[in-house]
Nanobody
Framework: QVQLVESGGGLVQPGGSLRLSCAAS????????MGWYRQAPGKERELVAR???????NYADSVKGRFTISRDNAKNTVYLQMNSLKFEDTALYYC??????????WGQGTQVTVSS
C-alpha cells in the first residue's frame, strides 16, 4: 500500500520559514519524481516544486529563490524548505509521487498558513 505522509505545516508570520517533509512508503522511492503542490481556497491546485529521480529541480515562478526542494532516497523522504514566506503562500500543501500515469500518488496534505 502506497502512503505519502506530509508533515511540517503550521502557522507562521510573513517572512518566516517552514520545512515540509513527505515520507513515502510502498514505492521504489528513488525512481519517482517527487513534487509539492498547493491549493489555496477557491483556486486550482498548482505545482510548487518538483525533483526528478536524477535530482533535476523545477519551481513555480512565484517561489523561485525562496523555496528549495530536496530528497533523501535513504529515508524515502522529500523536503520543501520554505523561506521568506508571504501571505499568498497560504494553502494546503500536497506531496506527489509520479512515475507513470498509473503510478501517481498523493498525500493528504499539510496546511501552511502565513498570517501576522
Amino acid at each position: 500500500q502506497v502512503q505519502l505522509v506530509e508533515s511540517g505545516g503550521g502557522l507562521v508570520q510573513p517572512g518566516g520559514s517552514l520545512r515540509l517533509s513527505c515520507a513515502a512508503s510502498g514505492i521504489s522511492f528513488s525512481i519517482y519524481t517527487m513534487g509539492w503542490y498547493r491549493q489555496a481556497p477557491g483556486k486550482e491546485r498548482e505545482l510548487v516544486a518538483r525533483i526528478t529521480s536524477g535530482g533535476s529541480r523545477n519551481y513555480a515562478d512565484s517561489v523561485k529563490g525562496r523555496f528549495t526542494i530536496s530528497r533523501d532516497n535513504a529515508k524515502n523522504t522529500v523536503y520543501l524548505q520554505m523561506n521568506s514566506l508571504k501571505f499568498e503562500d497560504t494553502a494546503l500543501y500536497y506531496c506527489n509521487a509520479a512515475y507513470t500515469t498509473l503510478a501517481d500518488y498523493w498525500g493528504q496534505g499539510t496546511q501552511v498558513t502565513v498570517s501576522s
